[in-house]
Structure formats: C-alpha cells, structure tokens
C-alpha cells in the first residue's frame, strides 16, 4: 500500500473523494492497513478493489471499518475470493452501516451460507439498493434465504443474480416474495438453471408485483417480455385514470392495488353518469 495515500485517507483529504486499486494484489495485509485509514474518513465515497485477493481476513477487516465509515456510499469487490467467511463479515457490517448504497460482490465464491447470513441483515438494512452477486454459487437454498429479506426489505431496487446455480425451485420461492415486495425494479438472472417452468411462474408474479420494469433472463418467454413492455400492471393506472397524480397509487402494497383501482375506477365512471343526468335534468327545466 502506498503510504502517502492512507496518510492522505487517515487526514481525510477532501479532494480525496474516489479511491481506484483495482488489480493491485493488495490481498489481507494491504487491506487490514487501508481499513484502519477509512474507519474515520468522511470524504471518501467510492471505493474499486477489484480484483485483489483481500480473502476472508482483509473482508473481516473492511467489515469493521465499515461499521465506523458514514460517508462511502459505493464498494467494488469483484473477484476478491471473500468466500462465506468474508460474507458473514461484511453481511455484520451492513446491518449497521447506513451509507452504502451499491455494492459488487460477483466472482467472490459465495454460496448458500454466505448468501443466508447477508439475507439475514438485509432485513435490518436501509440503505443498500444496489447488490451484485453474479458469478458465483448460490442456489436454491440461498435464494430461499434472499426471499425472506425480500419480503420486509424496503430499499433494494437491483438485484443480480447472473451466473448463479439457481433453478426453479428457487425462482418459485423469490417469485412469492416478490408478491409483497414494493422497491426491486430490476432482476438480473442469466446463466442459472431457470427452466421454462419457473419463467411462467415469474410471469404470475408479475400479476401482483407492480414495481419490477426490467427483468434479464436468457430465453425468457414471450409472456415475460409482453408483460414488461406493455406495462399491464402500473399501465393500467395512467389508462384508467385521468388525472395526474396516479403515481401515489403505485405506491401502494401491491395485493391492494387492484382493490384501490377498482374502486377508483367506479368512482371516475360513477362522476360521468352523474353528471350526464344534471345534464338532462338542467335540459327538462329549460323545456
């Protein structure tokens, strides 16, 4: 590690604002040194550490830092061979940290127990919505573990998944969870074991869910992609209603939204035939 930057990190340098190490090898030793400097630093917001092999130790030793740092909002940890020990670490950290906002976990040979303890303080999490674990080994069991935390997390709006060993079973139990999930937007699942029969129970969620606009997933059906382009859901709002403050409606839980709409709807056809009979009372009174 270069000793004039983590002495510039440590006096909080405030034209210090981004750090780039990637590809540098730091690995455990570097790291423990760089996280003793960001533990108190309030300038840095962005850090890029791909590819340096900090392991299960130089993760534990980012993790208590983090639990300190209030101002670094973005972590590139791609290809860090962090492992389940490190998520477990990190996944501490997150449950008391209230900055990080996006954070690249892919190629960092994640599995099932790693996936179990990040999920588990994601439930307490407000502030991450960004979270990418591609390229690494999380199944079904993992994505059961994600489901819960989907269930009462209210700030993750992307998720990706890519490259994953997740299959239908999985895809069946995130998809019931993402019934009452109102913030994730985006899904990224290529490369999994998704077959035809789990995309056509994503297609049923998308009946519920009203907030996901985009959803990646080799061979999708053309169900899927009709669903997302015409906007059957929250579409259904802008058709129906003529005034412009439909998007507090999409707000809304959506196993309400078809109930508030409906009634919304009869209201709005109910004002119209109200009003086409003080037309002809107001015409008889003339006659």
């Known amino acids: 590690m270069n000793n004039q930057l983590l002495q510039r990190i440590r006096e909080t340098d405030p034209s ?11 690995g455990p030793e570097g790291m423990e040194k760089l996280a003793e400097a960001l533990k108190f630093n309030t300038s840095i917001t962005e850090i890029d550490l791909y590819g340096n092999k900090i392991g299960p130790e130089g993760m534990e030793k980012l993790a208590e830092a983090l639990k300190f740092n209030t101002s670094i909002t973005k972590i590139h940890l791609y290809g860090n061979q962090i492992g389940n020990k490190g998520m477990e670490k990190l996944a501490e950290a997150l449950k008391f940290n209230t900055s990080i906002t996006w954070i690249n976990l892919s190629s960092n040979q994640i599995g099932n127990e790693g996936m179990e303890k990040l999920a588990e303080n994601l439930k307490f999490n407000i502030s991450v919505k960004v979270i990418e674990l ?154």
């Open 16 to 26: 210090l604002t981004k750090i780039n190490l990637s590809g540098n090898k730091i």
């Open 134 to 287: 591609g390229r690494n080994q999380i199944g079904d069991e993992g994505l059961r573990s994600l489901a819960e935390a989907v269930k009462v997390n209210t700030s993750i709006k992307v998720i990706d998944l890519y490259n994953n060993q997740i299959g239908n079973e999985g895809m069946k139990i995130l998809s019931e969870a993402l019934k009452f999930n109102t913030s994730i937007t985006k899904i990224y699942f290529f490369n999994n074991q998704i077959r035809p029969e789990g995309m056509e129970i994503l297609t049923e969620v998308l009946q519920y869910n009203y907030t996901i606009e985009y959803i990646s997933i080799y061979d999708s059906s053309s169900k899927i992609d009709k669903l997302l382009v015409s906007r059957n859901r929250k579409q259904r709002i802008i058709e129906w209603m003529p005034w412009k403050n439909h998007h507090v409606c999409t707000k809304l839980e959506p196993r309400f939204h078809d109930i508030v709409m409906t009634l919304l709807y009869l209201f709005f056809i109910s004002q119209i035939f109200l009003r086409r009979e003080k037309r002809k009372l107001r015409q008889k009174k003339i006659k």
